[in-house]
């Protein structure tokens, strides 16, 4: 079964930090370009960072910039977003999907993992 599968959500107080974690299995990431999206209640999705297949070649939504990074170990078929200085408008779940950043088409989303910043 080829799925992606996100952890390290929780809850957190502003100015902390998480390290989100997208596993994939069934199949190798190492052809894929990993995007990080995140959806609030009551808001439409948005991209948060996208990570190319060699790991060269990132980006960032300006709202997190700074604060966010991604990076990929395909060794362990995992990418990962550090989130530092967390805000609660971070607040959301946030999703991985496998696909490519530069055309925006995904073809393998996970189920998101809860992300709460709050005191």
């Known amino acids: 079964q080829l799925q992606l599968v996100e952890s390290g959500g929780g809850l957190v107080q502003p100015g902390g930090s998480l390290r989100l974690s997208c596993a994939a299995s069934?199949?190798?990431?190492?052809?894929?370009?990993i995007g990080w999206f995140r959806q609030a209640p009551g808001k439409e999705r948005e991209g948060v960072s996208c990570?190319?297949?060699?790991?060269?070649?990132?980006n960032y939504a300006d709202s997190v910039k700074g604060r966010f990074t991604i990076s990929r170990d395909n060794a362990k078929n995992t990418v990962y977003l550090q989130m530092n200085s967390l805000k609660p408008e971070d607040t959301a779940v946030y999703y991985c999907a496998a696909g490519s950043c530069r055309t925006a088409v995904y073809d393998y989303w996970g189920q998101g993992t809860q992300v709460t910043v709050s005191s």
């Open positions: 069934g199949f190798t990431l190492d052809y894929y370009a």
């Open positions: 990570i190319s297949s060699s790991g060269g070649s990132t």
